[in-house]
């Protein structure tokens, strides 16, 4: 038997003006979302099983940009995607356009055992939902005031935003300083994205799964599918040397985070933006919640 490990995240590239309150309530949820998926694996839940448990909790939570306070499409409605992938099995599953599932990151889990296929996406996965009897929502109960507000701010910029996350009241000040903002199809996008939800773990009998969940850009166009979860091997570093490596040398520069397990019960972190929401714990007793560095 192995040590069991989990690290969980909600986006990387935080506004370095984001309220305090707006961080005290991040590291609550992921504090949360840590015990939960502790707890489960203190009595010996399978990894797929924490993975999924987790990231139902942090749809739930309007918090972070997946589930309800997903972000919003031009026409101000919600199109939400999930992955998840079962390390053992070699298996994965993965949902995008869904606008009635109360929670992406179970139909994807439902793709992948109940379907003979990894991908469902639009009407097609909205059929599959029905089929499977999961709970569902009208796409309202996914919209938040607050997204509404900052969808005005996009349209009123001509942008599409990452950050949605800025109050509706005071953004002025966030972003602030950025000179060259990224270009998406010629539409400006802000640098601060924490877009997407996940969770990563081994469990005590070395199994390990990974599962994602987003809302996507805000004012994107309909239609649009954004990126899934990966997973990537490095053979011949440790767990921390690979994250590192990753980071430094195979993603853009200030754009993009990284958690991850080993079958060997470690965990680590990494990002190269100027925050990332995470919080990561093993059976050792380490924990920790943060957002910078």
Known sequence: MVGWAIAVHGGAGVDPNLPTERQEQAKLLLTRCLNLGI??????????????????????????????GSALTEKGTVEMEASIMDGPGRRCGAVSGLTTVKNPVSLARLVMDKSPHSYLAFSGAEDFAKQMGVEREENDYFITEENVGMLKVAKEANSIVFDYRIPTTG??????????????????ISVYAPETVGCVVVDSQGRCAAATSTGGLMNKRTGRIGEVAAVMEYKGLGLQEAVDFVIKERLDEGQAGLIAVSKTGEVAYGF??????????????????????
């Open 171 to 188: 953004y002025e000040s966030c972003g602030v300083g950025v000179e060259s903002p990224i270009r998406m199809n010629g539409l400006p």
């Open 39 to 68: 707890s489960a694996l203190q009595s010996s839940a399978a990894a797929i099983d924490v993975v999924e448990l987790v990231v139902r909790e942090l749809e739930t939570d309007p918090i972070f940009n997946s589930g309800r």
């Open 272 to 293: 190269n933006c100027v925050g990332m929401f995470r919080g990561c714990a093993s059976e050792d007793g380490f924990m920790e919640v943060g957002i910078w560095e």
